[in-house]
């Protein structure tokens, strides 16, 4: 069964940073694309951020591209997203996403979530 657990969200102010980390375990992790998504209260689920399964290419939504980078390390089966220049429309629980293809990342395991709050 795959696990996801999601780290570092917390409160920071405007311009701040944070880096969120997803440790997966249930799977042969350099076998996934993982991705991260974010539900800011009231809204639905967005993605965020996507890596293939060699790390070699990235996909972000274009609000954050520039300012997010998501990365992996696939001999510790975990996944990154450092998050730069927060602005409080940045305010969401993440979550950090798995599955074999990316076109069906959405559709795949979740973890619960990483709160993330930026402050103005």
């Known amino acids: 069964q795959v696990q996801l657990l999601e780290s570092g969200g917390g409160l920071v102010q405007a311009g701040g940073s944070l880096r969120l980390s997803c440790a997966a375990s249930?799977?042969?992790?350099?076998?996934?694309?993982m991705g991260w998504f974010r539900q800011a209260p009231g809204k639905e689920r967005d993605f965020v951020a996507a890596i293939t399964r060699s790390g070699y290419t990235t996909y972000y939504r274009d609000s954050v591209q520039g300012r997010f980078t998501i990365s992996r390390d696939n001999a510790k089966n975990t996944v990154y997203l450092q998050m730069n220049r927060l602005t409080p429309e940045d305010t969401a629980v993440y979550y950090c996403a798995a599955n074999r293809d990316l076109a069906t990342l959405d559709n795949g395991s979740w973890g619960r979530g990483s709160q993330v709050t930026v402050s103005s």
């Open positions: 249930g799977l042969t992790f350099s076998d996934y694309v």
